[in-house]
């Protein structure tokens, strides 16, 4: 598009454009201009060589605004549902880093004050990041690639939505942190009433296990309807949904978590003292309550 106040300038602004255009590379075809009435703005059609998703065009759309952006006495745009999509994927992608270190920073923080441990955190984002990175790479593998692509009843493998990432990390965030909260508090709670660190984890897996079982069994269910669409748009994110909470679920939380809570052992729940000391007790399992009745009551000695 371009647009000049007066008709003019946009008149003698669109053979300037059109030529610098034409000579971008993967240029197949630049339309004649429509003009509106009061004559001061024209709109160009530009047909590239390659599809819309291609790659080729997110590159064609950024070299056209590169070689039309010198001009002064017009605005030169470049719009339209294709350069509208790449700029979103392009905003989403940006934003990407810092919604995903924020998710994770926070989730650490407040993992830290619950648990009142260093470690439990640290084990619980990375294990999120785990599940985040190969739930992308299975999708990846099977809707862009096309490996095993039949499976799922996908027939021509294509680029994935750009918001996908992001929607997938917030849900799967959100049920990855309740599955380790069903499990870790009950290994807490055992622990700061006395049991050793490896007998905690025993009993933690033994009351949570269950619960992470059928909740998961009940999302992977739901998501996983999602891929029997006919829209593929629909299919990729309930194939996404659906693997992420199963790896989260069963490699994740009930198989990696325990495996490390043993092999720590008592180092699972150290605090350094100048941040126990810095961070608010919330004492969600009664430490502090059962210290106080300790004092209060006093142990009557056997005969």
Do not use: C
């Amino acid at each position: 598009m371009v647009a000049g106040d007066t008709p003019q300038a946009t008149s003698a602004a669109v053979p300037q454009v059109t030529a610098l255009i034409q000579r971008t590379e993967n240029v197949l075809a630049v339309a004649p201009p429509q003009l509106s009435p009061d004559g001061r703005t024209a709109l160009l059609g530009v047909v590239p060589k390659t599809g819309p998703t291609d790659e080729a065009t997110e590159t064609l759309v950024n070299d056209v605004r590169a070689a039309v952006g010198g001009f002064r006495d017009v605005d030169v745009l470049l719009t339209g549902a294709t350069a509208i999509g790449i700029d979103v994927s392009e905003k989403l992608a940006d934003a990407l880093p810092v919604y995903l270190l924020l998710v994770v920073g926070l989730s650490v923080l407040l993992l830290m004050l619950v648990f009142r441990s260093l470690l439990v955190p640290v084990k619980a984002a990375l294990g999120f990041l785990l599940t985040v990175a190969a739930t992308f790479g299975i999708t990846v593998a099977v809707f862009q690639q096309g490996h095993l692509a039949d499976l799922v009843g996908l027939d021509t493998p294509g680029p994935l939505v750009s918001f996908l990432p992001i929607l997938l990390i917030g849900i799967l965030f959100g049920l990855a942190m309740d599955y380790e909260v069903f499990l870790v508090s009950r290994m807490r709670e055992d622990f700061v009433h006395g049991d050793t660190a490896q007998q905690a984890t025993i009993n933690g897996m033994g009351h949570g296990a269950r619960v992470v079982t059928a909740a998961a069994l009940i999302m992977i269910s739901v998501f996983g309807g999602f891929v029997f669409l006919d829209d593929p748009v629909i299919k990729s994110m309930g194939f996404a949904l659906a693997i992420g909470v199963a790896i989260d679920a069963f490699v994740v939380r009930m198989t990696i978590v325990p495996a490390v809570m043993s092999l720590l052992g008592r180092a699972a729940w150290w605090l350094p003292r100048w941040l126990d000391r810095a961070l608010p007790n919330v004492d969600i399992e009664g430490e502090g309550l059962r210290a106080h009745l300790d004092e209060k009551i006093p142990v009557t000695p056997r005969a």
